[in-house]
Nanobody, 124 residues
Framework: QVHLVESGGGSVQAGGSLTLSCAGS?????MVWFRQAPGKEREGVAG???????AYADSVKGRVTVSKDVAKNMLYLQMANLKPEDTAMYYC?????????????????????WGQGTQVTVSS
């Protein structure tokens, strides 16, 4: 069983920056950040695996950087130039078994391991 704990959320003004962290237990390969705003579906934001080739949603490309510290089993999401539409609960997720992310990395149904989430609020 993989245990994931997110941190780093907060309230910022538009144009600001935040870095989210996700601490994982056990061996994890593919790790993905999702977000969910009230009344909206959970959306894949960025993913990374041992190939070190990150994947990003079009809505955040150029504004976020996903990275992973393998030694510490930590996942990070550096977010810059934040917009009010980035306001959401952010979750990290991992597949049931350690494996690389696939072409469907953004599909929430692929993942069975989820953290509790960390809230990001961006005001205009």
């Amino acid at each position: 069983q993989v245990h994931l704990v997110e941190s780093g959320g907060g309230s910022v003004q538009a144009g600001g920056s935040l870095t989210l962290s996700c601490a994982g237990s056990g061996y994890i390969d593919c790790m993905v950040w999702f977000r969910q705003a009230p009344g909206k579906e959970r959306e894949g934001v960025a993913g990374i695996d041992s190939s070190d080739s990150p994947a990003y949603a079009d809505s955040v490309k150029g504004r976020v950087t996903v990275s992973k510290d393998v030694a510490k089993n930590m996942l990070y999401l550096q977010m810059a130039n934040l917009k009010p539409e980035d306001t959401a609960m952010y979750y990290c997720a991992a597949p049931t078994w350690p494996r690389r992310c696939g072409g469907d990395w953004y599909n929430s149904s692929v993942y069975t391991n989820w953290g509790q989430g960390t809230q990001v609020t961006v005001s205009s």
